[in-house]
């Protein structure tokens, strides 16, 4: 008798299934547990309560990333007291417990979900956890990841296992070519706004189509980092060569003639849906449908293509939708009807585990080069990582952002979310690369417009919201 056709989800759900409780929930076992300084500190405390090891110190990892300052200085130093306290406590139980930890100036240091990725440390197949609900990022390479609270930190430290509750399968099918000045940003926020911030709740969504095929590795980690603003429990592409050879190149102990290497080849090729797997949904678009987009509002999926004007709530037929807009229009002082483009700024953002990597900034550096920051604009870079910020600057980049008037920062969470320093003032307007628009994310007060690095670097030269495609480049 032939086996069910699985989905890609099931099966890395099945490989890890260490017990089978109900219906609706697994015991999972998790290949890698990230920790952050904020969501960790009282799960170790319930651990030393109850007298207990961490059962598998090598499957875990800690950052320091949220709370560190990011300000140009070599040396960094958390004056906020709370801030160097968990600072302090996660370094404190990392040492006790003999888990590796990229402190906050560690030259490795940076995001969680960029410097993970970029060491080799997630790999098709995987299920990989984390006290932060941009853990979905791994599913670019083909791992399962999701997001944990505190109480599951505490249970993941002392059994490398987790009660974990099934998700459904959802498929996204992207065909065709993204246009000129378009991204995976532009694409993901197009999707949010398509289905709905709670569009994909309790789903695990899976992309497919030439679109998606055609995607560079950095910009499916964009998309799959921001499939959660969706209410996605996690999402995943089907590792190719792409994928493959990203990790090949990121992995010293599978190198070439390693004799695991061919038996991780073999297992990675295997992990794609099977033809005859069923989706419970099933979304499709094509990928000339996408424009440059800009978010409006205050959710993520409150978002509109740049040349579009701000939506009319009387015009929503759904009485939650057009409720939402009111307040979200009355927040971020814009008028419905009038065009987005154009709109003025005061700051910029470019950064964040959505858009902090080398990719990104390359691309921001494009249409940045030959230009000046807007007079009345102030605007920051700030890496993902500390290998980014090297490379960056061995590329030139980081010169090219110097001379047009950006300020060049050390890698952090940064002004993604007010849990630092990097904090905006009430009613600051911000064009920004984060993953989240809501009120007083970046501040309290603050109004975000949530783009690509390339947009955010149009209205940082310009000083207002700008269509990317309307620059002309600058020519040395």
């Known amino acids: 008798m032939n086996a069910p056709a699985r ?4 099966k890395l759900v099945d490989s890890h299934t260490v017990e089978a409780i109900d219906a609706d929930h697994v015991l999972l076992f998790c290949d890698l547990h990230l920790m952050n300084e904020y969501t960790s500190p009282q799960a170790f405390a319930g651990l030393h309560a109850r007298g207990l090891p961490v059962g598998m110190p090598g499957q875990n990892l800690a950052v320091v990333s949220h709370i560190i300052p990011t300000h140009p200085e070599a040396v960094r130093v958390i004056a906020d007291p709370a801030s160097a306290r968990q600072a302090r406590f996660l370094k404190q139980n990392c040492a006790r417990h003999g888990i590796a930890l990229f402190g906050a100036n560690d030259p490795l240091q ?10 080799g440390l997630i790999r098709p197949g995987m299920v990989v956890i984390c006290g932060d609900s941009h853990t979905t990022t791994y599913g670019a390479l083909g791992a399962l990841g999701f997001g944990i609270g505190t109480t599951e930190v505490e249970h993941v430290l002392a059994t490398q296992t987790l009660v974990y509750r099934l998700a459904q399968d959802m498929r996204v099918t992207v065909d065709g070519a993204l246009g000129a000045g378009v991204t995976a940003k532009d694409l993901v926020l197009h999707l949010i706004a398509r289905v709905g911030a709670q569009g994909a709740r ?14 560079s590795v950095e910009a499916r980690l964009t998309l799959c980092n921001m499939t959660v603003e969706a209410g996605a429990r996690g999402a995943l592409i089907a590792p190719d060569g792409k994928a493959i050879d990203y990790v090949l190149a990121r992995a010293p102990d ?3 003639g390693h004799p695991w290497r061919r038996q991780a080849l073999a297992q990675w090729r295997q992990l794609r849906s099977d033809a005859q797997a069923r989706f419970a949904v099933e979304h499709r678009l094509h990928a000339s449908e996408v424009v440059p987009t800009v978010t409006w509002g205050t959710s993520p999926d409150q978002a509109a293509p740049i040349d579009a004007c701000v ?5 929503m037929a759904d009485p939650v939708a057009r409720q939402g807009a009111r307040q979200a229009l009355a927040y971020t002082k814009l008028r419905a009807g009038a065009p987005l483009a154009g709109t003025p700024i005061e700051h910029v953002f470019i950064g964040s585990c959505t858009n902090g990597r080398i990719e990104d900034l390359r691309a921001a550096a494009a249409i940045v080069r030959g230009r000046q920051v807007a007079k009345g604009v ?7 990582s500390g290998a980014v910020r090297r490379q960056a600057e061995a590329e030139g980049l980081a010169r090219i952002f110097l001379d047009a008037g950006f300020e060049w920062r050390q890698p952090g969470c940064s002004m993604c979310l007010a849990m630092n320093d990097d904090v905006l003032a009430e009613g600051v307007r911000c064009a920004s690369t984060t993953n989240r628009n809501f009120e007083g994310r970046q501040g309290r007060g603050a109004i975000t417009h949530l783009m690509s690095p390339p947009m955010a670097a149009a209205a940082a030269v310009t000083g207002r919201l700008t269509d990317v495609r309307q620059l002309e480049p600058v020519h040395d």
């Open 7 to 10: 989905t890609l989800y099931r």
């Open 202 to 215: 309790g789903f695990v969504v899976e992309y497919v189509g030439s679109a998606i095929d055609a995607l």
């Open 110 to 119: 940076g995001i969680e979900h960029v410097i993970a990725p970029e060491h």
């Open 254 to 256: 599978l190198a070439a």
């Open 311 to 315: 939506p009319d709530p009387d015009d």
């Open 378 to 384: 102030r605007a920051m870079v700030v890496p993902g």
